[in-house]
């Protein structure tokens, strides 16, 4: 998910023009220059920095009270799987408008497709943020059983990969991969928290408000 978006495909790219020269399996993916590699280190680093704090802070704090609830829903566990469910739906317009864009799926990219992918990512992390909160705040990071264990580890990956990408967004300096690969991980891990989560509400309580 991101501020930004790559190069649609079919745009003029030149042989002088590193930054802008596709190469790779990705249309409009750069090419590294030397160097490329430790350029990753800030980027991943601050990631794997969030990633840990996050999970230390979940499991260290003395768990609270607060509830994210919301009128006309029977409960805060409902909130926040449809508020997941959300986060995935956008999280999928998302790939499928970098996917054209990057000229693996459909035709030469409409204008508006990137607007899409701005957007559709913004909305996507935004929803998350009152479930973090709620599940950092009042449950901390579990490891009560797999499913509890999984769920705690892939909230702590989402957002340590989301951080990795948008410092990488601004940078020139990484290998041409990087942004889909570690947009790949967000969604990914994403997916991994709505399993682990709301399906789990939805198979075992039943879909409902």
């Known amino acids: 998910m991101s501020n930004t978006e790559p190069r649609p495909a079919g745009s003029p790219a030149t042989d002088d023009d590193p930054d802008t020269a596709p190469v790779g399996p990705f249309p409009g993916v750069t090419s590294p220059g030397r160097g490329a590699l430790p350029a990753l280190a800030v980027p991943v680093l601050g990631g794997l920095a969030l990633a840990v704090v996050l999970g230390v802070y979940g499991r260290l704090h003395e768990p609270g009270t607060v509830a994210v609830s919301v009128a006309g829903f029977s409960g ?12 995935v739906l956008l999280a999928v317009v998302q790939l ?7 000229g693996r799926i459909g035709h030469a990219s ?10 559709s990512g913004r909305l996507a992390v ?18 009560d059983s797999p499913r509890v264990l999984v769920h705690s580890l892939a909230g702590c990956l989402f957002y340590g990969a989301f951080a990795t990408k948008m410092l990488s967004l601004p940078r020139r300096d990484v290998p041409g991969w990087t942004l889909p690969v570690v947009g790949g991980v967000v969604f990914s891990a994403l997916v991994a928290l709505w399993l682990t989560a709301a399906l789990w509400l939805f198979t075992t309580r ?4």
Do not use: D, Q
């Open 96 to 102: 499928v408008s970098a996917l054209n864009m990057y």
């Open 76 to 87: 805060p566990a409902y909130v926040k799987a449809w508020l997941t469910t959300v986060a």
């Open 206 to 209: 039943g879909v409902h408000l």
């Open 126 to 143: 935004l929803v998350t943020v009152p479930v973090v909160v709620h599940c950092l705040y009042v449950f901390g990071f579990g490891y």
């Open 110 to 119: 409409p204008s508006w497709v990137s607007t899409l992918h701005r957007w």
